[in-house]
């Protein structure tokens, strides 16, 4: 009887040091259930701003947020490049889902910050490379318009009142030319001074307010 009560006791010290241990594991598990809750939402957070979710497009939060910017200056591009194209083209952002833009597809990577134009008379879309000299200088021209439109809409305060454009005019026709320089009159009748550095003879008469620099055995 006695072998048996110290036996009794042995295994009753053994059940209550187990029941502490069994205490202390589900409070750790408890512990781990929380955390890996807290755990897989970051983590889903992490995929989603790194651009990891499966089945969804691969763009971080910085690209994401770049495009909707992006989208801003295209809307106002877009409005100068109706006055220098006549209406030829304009421009919109990369979409993967488009299956008409195959050159563009072809290629391996992100795309979502490419810039396309749409030729509005054949419909063709095609990557902004595909732009000859002039139609690149226009591109160009009103994007810079449009970022600084985009930047004065947007930071309160700030505003681009001042641009140079540096050479370029001379990719353009004759109409080109004229199309141009009603956008820039326009623009400079606004807020904007507009500086053009030009070898162009058709478009120094076109301004009436400039700066000439002729070269001399000694310097300009």
């Known amino acids: 009887q006695k072998e048996i009560q110290d036996e009794l006791g042995i295994i009753k010290h053994r059940q209550e040091s187990n029941e502490e241990i069994l205490k202390n594991l589900q409070k750790l598990d408890n512990e781990m259930g929380e955390k890996t809750k807290k755990y897989t939402i970051l983590v889903n957070l992490y995929n989603l701003v790194t651009g990891k979710v499966n089945g969804k497009m691969k763009i971080t939060f910085e690209q994401y ?3 909707v910017y992006f989208d801003r200056i295209i809307s106002a591009a877009n409005r100068r490049l109706q006055i220098v194209s006549n209406g030829g083209f304009e421009f919109f952002r990369h979409d993967e889902q488009d299956e008409t833009l195959k050159v563009i597809k072809d290629k391996k990577g992100n795309h979502i910050l490419d810039l396309n134009v749409l030729y509005t008379n054949t419909g063709e879309k095609l990557p902004s490379t595909s732009l ?5 200088f226009k591109a160009s021209l009103a994007l810079a318009l449009g970022l600084s439109d985009a930047i004065t809409a947007n930071a309160g ?16 026709d004759g109409q080109s030319l004229t199309d141009t320089m009603d956008m820039l009159n326009s623009v400079s009748n606004g807020n904007k001074l507009i500086g053009i550095i030009s070898h162009n003879k058709d478009l120094i008469e076109c301004i009436p307010r400039k700066i000439k620099v002729s070269k001399k055995d000694k310097g300009s």
Do not use: A, H, K, Y
């Not at 000859?132 to 690149?136: I, L, R």
């Open 132 to 136: 000859s000299g002039g139609e690149s």
């Open 65 to 67: 947020f770049q495009s």
């Open 157 to 172: 305060g700030i505003n681009v009142d001042t641009m140079f454009i540096d050479e370029g005019f001379g990719t353009l």
